[in-house]
T-cell receptor, first 112, second 112 residues
Framework: RKEVEQDPGPFNVPEGATVAFNCTYSNSASQSFFWYRQDCRKEPKLLMS???SGNEDGRFTAQLNRASQYISLLIRDSKLSDSATYLCVVNFPTGGYNKLIFGAGTRLAVHP | ETGVTQTPRHLVMGMTNKKSLKCEQHLGHNAMYWYKQSAKKPLELMFV???????ENNSVPSRFSPECPNSSHLFLHLHTLQPEDSALYLC???????????FGDGTRLSIL
């Protein structure tokens, strides 16, 4: 089983659609969870942290299910500018430092 | 955003050359990281420095040699690289052991 697993997509959706991405992780001791966004040939940028109670930032909602070791990202009212690759990132506790494991990413393409 | 800056942005070198990649963070973070991102692959952690001490060397070949002279600067010295080392090299920093990492723009490296 991969340490962090995501559906690679691509997800092709029209503007205004709602789209959801899922991610599973293998280490039950993980404590920190993030979604990053990466545009083509650019560096990853932090989109949002994911908290146990779930959290929302504008059109973006992140959920965490520790029992199932599952994270999700929901994007409402998709914009053309949302087109990117979304990386699920999970902290794997090891030796007292922050080892982040990155998923391979889910590609989103929003079309007019 | 200038929180983490990397130079050069692009580098083309022959297999016998020696070059160095530089990373500087202006965020007051305590940990710095080198990642490699090859085409269509997830980010691969190469090195981790916490408070200027190397805490992880993720089975990286010795032709890559990191240096962290202080908590704000990180170098990656390169020598006798192979064509398969062509990739995007990303530097990141984080404030503490569980927080998110912030990335620089990356250096796109091509080995001839």
């Amino acid at each position: 089983r991969k340490e962090v697993e995501q559906d690679p997509g691509p997800f092709n959706v029209p503007e205004g659609a709602t789209v959801a991405f899922n991610c599973t992780y293998s280490n039950s001791a993980s404590q920190s969870f993030f979604w990053y966004r990466q545009d083509c040939r650019k560096e990853p940028k932090l989109l949002m942290s994911v908290y146990s109670s779930g959290n929302e930032d504008g059109r973006f909602t992140a959920q965490l299910n520790r029992a199932s070791q599952y994270i999700s990202l929901l994007i409402r009212d998709s914009k053309l500018s949302d087109s990117a690759t979304y990386l699920c990132v999970v902290n794997f506790p090891t030796g007292g430092y922050n080892k982040l494991i990155f998923g391979a990413g889910t590609r989103l393409a929003v079309h007019p | 955003e200038t929180g983490v800056t990397q130079t050069p942005r692009h580098l083309v070198m022959g297999m016998t050359n020696k070059k160095s990649l530089k990373c500087e963070q202006h965020l007051g973070h305590n940990a710095m990281y080198w990642y490699k991102q090859s085409a269509k692959k997830p980010l691969e952690l190469m090195f981790v420095y916490s408070l200027e001490e190397r805490v992880e060397n993720n089975s990286v070949p010795s032709r890559f040699s990191p240096e962290c002279p202080n908590s704000s600067h990180l170098f990656l010295h390169l020598h006798t690289l192979q064509p398969e080392d062509s990739a995007l090299y990303l530097c990141a920093s984080s404030r503490d052991r569980v927080g998110p990492q912030h990335f620089g723009d990356g250096t796109r490296l091509s080995i001839l």
